[in-house]
């Protein structure tokens, strides 16, 4: 399958080919995201080696491993033989690339670099002698890749020895858009309406691996069902993989997502302690920067930038949907999904989970505004009923403008369009009096309606509603 998306990430490495310089690229992101697909079909004329770690292997293994991809590459006669160590490995590399024909700028490429990497094996000790004494002097572009986020940003990003600050160029490949998942869909040829997408992508995210299972000929429910809740359902036992593969200690992890998890609204810091039982520190600010670097969680700051408020929410679309209809449930018919999806519990959960959805592509909702080339500041804002202002009210998103408007989003997920009656429209005027008070804004306050099908037209709407958005937005 051609490339799909990944627009500035491609343009970012291709570059990397045009000069005559060497580049040291580091690229992370989750599992099952697509890092090595990208990597070798971006670099697939260019690369000249590749070796790709063995979990769980030992020295002697993975250097036996390195002897075979050198013979595949290189096919010298005779062939190589197994090196002591990796400074000796290194060493055969250089002398192999040097003596090669390769007409191109080389591409070297290590995958999954954390299971190379083990403990007392030296070989990112030599990794770093290699890049600092022979290959940081070449014209070669030295790629590294890896799943588990926290040895990455530790080991290589952030790095305090012999690679400390050596990293060129790093890439976070993070899932796909609504756009381009439905861009993926479209090339297997799997026709869903705009609609159906969004409901698929609430359920497994833009995660390349998870969307390539999509079978062609059913419906979204009948993929949930089949990738979900069957007994060999791909997803079925992810989560728990998933989230071992990408940091050292999960346990820790896996508790503060089933925190964020039960609070759709998201928790500050002191809540995800409280509910975690766990004690403060660096070690903690390390997994929620571990989690929300690999794209699980999101911060948002309050409008009035009270540190100690910013909310962590979980904007993970499998692991919210795990949580919720997965965890501790077992395989329960054909069709379960169906029973679960027409369900009052359902409703409730797929609102929330849209307005999550909405907030990773709020760029669409700037641009669908025009006003993507404004500054802007996202935000969220919780006032509890106070002297002030006397009655209390939640704005999930809300986007700060240099040029004196404040668009408070209201995101609503409906298979119709969206009726304002009058009860709601209460609690729309309550935010928008209750924001100009609390915060004594002077700038122009917007109401902005994301949604499915549009705000039917009524006297509320011509009232309260400034900006009538669709979810077409998300797929431009």
């Known amino acids: 399958m051609k490339i799909i998306g990944r627009i500035p990430e491609t343009r970012n ?9 060497a580049h040291f690229l580091a690229m992370i992101g989750r599992r099952r995201v697509g890092k090595t697909f990208l990597i070798r079909e971006i670099y697939k004329d260019a690369k000249i080696f590749e070796m790709t770690g063995i979990k769980d292997a030992d020295l002697n293994t993975q250097l036996l491993n390195f002897t075979f991809q050198m013979n595949q590459y290189f096919e010298t006669e005779p ?3 197994k090196p002591d160590g990796w400074l000796a490995a290194f060493h055969s590399l250089s002398q192999a690339i040097k003596n090669s024909k390769f007409k191109k700028k080389p591409v070297v490429f290590f995958d999954e670099l954390p299971w190379i990497a083990t403990r007392r094996s030296g070989f990112t000790e030599a990794l770093a002698h290699w890049w600092n004494n022979w290959a940081s002097q070449q014209n070669i572009v030295v790629v590294v890749c890896g799943s588990a986020a926290s040895w990455m940003l530790d080991n290589v990003v952030n790095a305090k020895g012999g690679l400390h600050n050596r990293i060129t160029k790093l890439i976070t490949l993070m899932p796909f858009t609504l756009q381009e998942t439905k861009q993926f ?9 705009d609609y159906q997408i969004i409901q698929l992508y609430l359920a497994i995210g833009g995660i390349p691996h998870y969307l390539n299972n999509v079978e062609k000929g059913k419906s979204t429910a009948q993929n949930i069902q089949e990738l979900c809740f069957s007994k060999d ?5 992810e989560f728990d993989q998933l989230y071992a593969a990408l940091f050292d200690n999960s346990s820790k992890h896996i508790q503060i997502i089933k925190a964020l998890a039960s609070k759709a609204k998201g928790l500050d810091r002191q809540e995800i302690l409280s509910a975690t039982n766990m004690t403060d520190g660096g070690w903690f600010s390390k997994v929620l920067k571990e989690l929300e670097s690999s794209g699980f969680i999101t911060t948002y700051e309050p409008l009035e930038n009270k540190k100690k408020q910013t909310l962590f929410r ?3 679309e499998y692991s919210l949907f795990y949580l919720k209809f997965m ?6 018919g054909q069709n379960s999904w169906m029973r679960i999806s027409e369900s009052q519990a359902y409703k409730i959960w797929v609102g929330y989970a849209f307005e999550s959805l909405c907030m990773k592509h709020v760029e669409n909702i700037k641009n669908a505004l025009g006003i993507s080339a404004v500054e802007t500041n996202v935000n969220s804002f919780l006032h509890v009923k106070d002297d002030r202002f006397g009655k209390g009210f939640q704005i999930d998103l809300l986007i700060d403008r240099k040029d004196d408007i404040i668009n408070i989003c209201e995101m609503k997920f409906y298979a119709d369009e969206f009726t304002i009656n009058i009860d709601y429209a209460k609690k729309l005027r309550t935010k928008l009096q209750g924001l100009k008070t609390v915060t004594n804004t002077k700038k122009a306050v917007h109401l902005t309606f994301i949604s499915t099908y549009g705000v039917l037209d009524n006297k509320y709407k011509s009232e309260i509603v400034t900006n009538d958005l669709t979810t077409e937005i998300f797929f431009d």
């Open 79 to 81: 062939p190589l033989q």
């Open 13 to 21: 490495m291709q570059a990397l080919l045009k000069d005559n310089e």
């Open 233 to 237: 359902g791909v997803l079925r036992n």
């Open 185 to 193: 869909l479209t090339a297997k040829k799997i026709t869903l309406t």
């Open 314 to 316: 979980l904007t993970d």
């Open 327 to 332: 965890d501790g449930k077992s395989v329960s």
